[in-house]
DNA sequence: GTCTATAGCCAGATAGAC
DNA sequence: GTCTATCTGGCTATAGAC
């Protein structure tokens, strides 16, 4: 069925379009800032087509945070295929790449309290699959390095996982950037010395 | 004038109490999220008359952020006032009484983009003045503890000095506070090895 | 200065023709 | 599925009586 198949790519085409506008959006405005019109204009469709693809505004971000949680999940995934790396190494490789995305302007940004967008995360199993799927890979990685001595026993992992999260929209990164005394690699060296010496 | 002297006296007190309002308000639910009509109805009055006080949301929002940073000042002040202590020791008791304040709930949290409101602070003399003021101290104190080695002379004070406003909307915090597995002084004091290690 | 009532605006979401 | 046009609700801010 050639007919169809095509269009369905040229579907999945236009909601890729879509997800990277968002994305971009979101990183630059932050979800409360951006609007469904920015969208559209952006994207180069109607308001009222978009929401034949995504249903709300929620959904626009959880598409997006999907998308981001791929690339990460991808990223490990090549991490953990190279065997000599130490966990700790492999972790510092994970901030590592969290920092670059940030600053390539590449990484969404949700506020923690609005409410209506938590519920629809929350409740989103495409979402929380992969969520799930990067703490677990991150948390083998965290209690491997503790075992090996190279991560303080006495930090419990769900604080490591969480600090390493919080690396992604650290906003040291956003300051020192603002600075602009700086370049992108000196300020994520700096950061990183900061971040592992703490937990080592 | 006694008259007159009550006068102003009670409008100071509802003034503080709208002050209180607004900064436990945005310490819930972030400046986004807070309608002028909760505060109103928190303080218990209408809303034009908060109008008559504060010509804006974002006037509100400044005079909460004065408001810390008053408290801050004052006590980093009494810190100042103890001879004794390290440089390292006061920056870390600063971080430590901003911890404290979060996990109380009252510490007001405001988005770093909002355009608006970036723009009625930076043009707020009163807020401008106590911000330096809180730099002015913290940055002293970083120098000094680089000088006497007990913070990494790599680190530009730039960094170290943002590193610890940063302390002050940790997520990190936030999320373990969440978890309900640790007490707060468990979570400060787990937070502090990371940063300050990190920091050494 | 306090209130009630409302203006004015903007953003999310939808109706209905094509 | 795409569009134009519109609805709807909520929010900031103000008018005007007292």
Redesign the pocket.
């Given at each position: 069925m050639p007919k169809v198949s095509f269009?369905e790519q040229v579907?999945r085409a236009?909601e890729d379009a879509i997800v990277a506008s968002v994305n971009r959006l979101l990183a630059e405005k932050g979800f409360d800032m951006?609007?469904?019109?920015e969208v559209?204009a952006d994207v180069?469709?109607?308001?009222?087509?978009l929401?034949?693809?995504f249903?709300?505004?929620?959904a626009l971000a959880a598409a997006a945070m999907i998308g981001v949680l791929d690339r990460a999940l991808a990223h490990m995934a090549g991490l953990a295929a190279n065997a000599e790396a130490s966990p700790f190494d492999q972790l510092q490789a994970v901030a590592r790449w969290t920092m670059q995305v940030q600053l390539a302007g590449q990484m969404p940004s949700l506020p923690a309290q609005n409410s209506t967008l938590r519920a629809a995360l929350t409740s989103n199993k495409d979402y929380l699959d992969r969520l799930m799927s990067v703490s677990d890979q991150l948390g083998e990685w965290i209690t491997a390095a503790q075992a090996a001595g190279t991560i303080n026993t006495k930090l419990v992992p769900e604080l490591v996982l969480y600090t390493l999260f919080a690396r992604a929209c650290d906003p040291v990164l956003t300051l020192l950037k603002a600075g602009g005394q700086y370049s992108d690699e000196q300020i994520i060296e700096m950061l990183l010395i900061t971040c592992f010496n703490g937990l080592r």
């Open positions: 269009r579907l236009r951006m609007t469904v019109d559209a180069g469709i109607a308001k009222a087509s929401y034949k693809h249903s709300s505004k929620e």
